[in-house]
């Protein structure tokens, strides 16, 4: 028996026609589309219904006249069980749609109010929010990175039409908020701290990634926190050896692309990284969208925030479209991973064991010593004449300074001379 869903809701008779067509609009803010059915029970069995010379004309009369923005439905006669039934059916992408200046969504087969808050979310992401849509600062924007990241996995691009096919261009033929994110020069940092203990009294350092290709800088992220994923051995009764590792890389992985895919980008503020003694935190602008449920984020039906960029993101590898990446973070770590909240998504990821906050005792520092650690904490990926340049020091004293630091075993380079970075220890 065919029962009421988040598509569907069933009416005994016309004379419900005002819940009913406000059953339209909440299915319509939440999907977009949605049908009633006239002459069906709640329960799903069908009653039928008496069909007048002017049914049909009325309930096309009061869709119209109710419904704003306006929808044309189709409206079909049917019969089931030997009994006549109406089904209305609308469709429309104008979000967000009242009835009778009263603006619902649907939520399984209930129908509910959307708060005023949550109505400017729903208008602003179908209007002026989107990313594609939103005009950047900076026009003068230039794609190297994002370019020879295509080259690299072997796709082939066509300078003349690269910033349309990619959806870098408002319609008036700007640039818009997405080329300025993943443009090589703009003012998004994105920030992984490091603090000591378990809140944020003191902060041990702080690396900031970006100014550049937001891929890129997501990368580097990734590639930083993978080198801080530690083991531990653990000796069990028979001395059998087992290693544990500090967190679960795949979770983070999952956290940080879905922070990186989905954060608000259009006020641009970019996602961060917060680790604590016991526990990394990822954290996005921008909360659940007013028709996403916590239900449906949990059971990973996709929602995509920024459908651009996940075009982007999947043409390059870094996002598969399976919407298996909340669900696994729950199946680790349970649904108090997250915290859902009306401006951010907050994903907490614990550690198996706790790490060791090494306090650095500036006073046994120069001050040439401090002024270049501070400098590559907040800078990591600095090169050398960049250091100098920023403290104001000749490159061989830099030099000396960087050499004295790792003797002290409190700076340490990882990756290579080109594209690694610095980490203070």
């Known amino acids: ?21 406000e059953s339209m609009v909440a299915m319509l803010n939440k999907n977009g589309r949605g049908r009633v059915f006239f002459g069906i029970r709640d329960n799903g069995s069908v009653c039928g219904i008496s069909l007048g010379n002017r049914t049909i004309t009325e309930i096309s009369r009061e869709i119209a006249n109710q419904i704003k923005p306006t929808v044309v439905p189709r409206i079909l006669v049917e019969q089931r069980d030997e009994k006549t039934i ?9 979000k967000p749609y009242a009835a009778r200046g009263e603006y619902l969504i649907r939520s399984g087969d209930e129908n509910r109010r959307i708060e005023p808050e949550q109505l400017k979310d729903l208008l602003f992401r179908n209007t002026i929010e989107l990313i594609t849509n939103m005009e950047s600062f900076d026009q003068h924007l230039r794609f190297t990175q994002l370019k020879q990241l295509y080259i690299a996995n072997g796709l082939s691009i066509d300078d ?44 041990l350092f702080r690396n900031e990634y970006g100014y550049k290709c937001m891929l890129l800088a997501m990368k580097q992220v990734y590639t930083f926190v993978e080198s801080l994923n530690e083991t531990k051995v653990v000796l069990g009764h028979g001395l059998e050896r087992k290693e ?14 879905n922070a990186c895919l989905h954060n608000r980008w259009s006020k641009m503020i970019p996602p961060a990284v917060y680790i604590y003694d016991d526990r990394i935190e990822v954290v996005s602008t921008g909360g659940l969208p007013v028709d996403y449920t916590p239900d449906e984020f949990y059971a990973g039906i996709s929602h995509p925030v920024n459908l651009m ?6 043409q390059l590898n870094y996002v598969e479209q399976t919407g298996h990446g909340v669900p696994l973070i729950v199946s680790k770590y ?23 906050s090494k306090t650095v005792d500036y006073s046994m520092l120069s001050s040439s010593e401090e002024k270049v650690l501070m400098v590559v904490s907040e800078h990591p990926l600095y090169k050398t004449d960049q250091i100098a340049d920023r403290c104001n020091l000749s490159i061989p ?17 990882k990756g290579s001379k080109k594209s690694g970075y610095w980490e203070v220890k």
């Open 244 to 257: 544990n590792k500090l967190f679960d890389m795949a979770c983070f992985n999952e956290a940080w692309t």
């Open 86 to 94: 109406i089904i209305v059916e609308v469709e429309g992408n104008n």
């Open 334 to 356: 349970g649904k108090e991973a997250f915290d859902l909240g009306d401006n951010h998504i907050t994903v907490t990821i614990p550690f198996a064991f706790e790490l060791v």
């Open 309 to 314: 960029l996940q075009k982007i993101m999947g």
């Open 160 to 203: 003349s039409t690269f910033a349309k096919n990619m959806g870098l261009l408002t319609k008036d033929g700007r640039y818009n908020c997405l080329a300025e994110i993943l443009s090589d020069f703009n003012n998004c940092s994105i920030k992984v701290v490091r603090f000591s203990g378990k809140n944020k009294e003191q902060m």
């Open 1 to 21: 028996m065919p029962h009421e869903s988040e598509f569907e809701e069933f009416k005994e008779s016309t004379a419900q026609l005002n819940r009913a067509i």
């Open 397 to 413: 004293r830099i030099n000396q300074i960087i050499k004295n630091l790792k003797d002290k075993d409190l700076l340490e380079r």
